[in-house]
């Protein structure tokens, strides 16, 4: 199975048969595995995320965005797509199906949704500076674990089995799903707002 640090050097069309396959396993009810992290790696990390929310500078934003790639999944995406900070980022249009329902254990997507894969330094810059001019600082930011529904959704949406550094951001009308690389950069995002 591909890891997010070498999703980048499979061919576009490999990677997206492969997040079909993955959703598609996941419909017919195929176990993924969930790798946990240490605990103190996942304290690490949650103390490095209170940097984009509560404890915002430009140094720890920068380095929370310091990866070779990030995924911004397809709910964010549709709310930043179209920002004039964004129209020369380049990337990979990522396509996301699963099927539809939604239940206290059961939530997915009911539609296709387009988020977007970056693996350029100017890219994940641009990404980040729209990021925050638009998610402004909040101090009462919660960081916690997924929830299941939330956990399902971040699974259905993978071609590899999902590994912490993995946490929801819930800030005032959001909730930031947000999985981390081993040197706690963040490679994936995205807002499960519509969740309950």
């Known amino acids: 199975m591909p890891t997010p640090g ?4 499979i061919p576009l069309r490999v990677w997206a048969l492969s997040v079909c396959l993955a959703v598609m396993a996941e419909g017919r009810g195929q176990a993924q595995l969930y790798r946990a992290a240490p605990a103190e790696v996942n304290a690490r990390a949650e103390q490095r995320l209170r940097g984009l929310f509560a404890a915002r500078t430009e140094a720890r934003t920068r380095a929370l965005f310091s990866g070779g790639v990030l ?35 059961h939530v ?8 977007k894969t970056l693996n350029t330094a100017h890219d994940i810059d641009a990404f980040r500076r729209a990021f925050l001019a638009i998610y402004r600082s909040d101090l009462t930011a919660r960081i916690r674990k997924l929830r299941l529904a939330e956990l399902r959704l971040f699974v259905s949406a993978l071609p590899f089995p999902p590994a912490e550094p993995l946490f929801v951001i819930e800030t005032r009308g959001h909730k930031f799903i947000v999985n981390m690389d081993d040197k706690l950069r963040i490679w994936w995002i995205d807002d499960y707002l519509h969740l309950p």
């Open 71 to 105: 995924i911004c999944g397809p709910f964010l995406w549709r709310n930043l797509q179209n920002l004039p900070q964004l129209k020369d980022v380049k990337g990979m249009t990522s396509l996301f199906v699963a099927g539809a329902a939604h239940d206290d254990t």
């Open 6 to 9: 070498r999703a980048r050097s």
């Open 108 to 115: 997915t997507l009911s539609e296709r949704g387009s988020g």
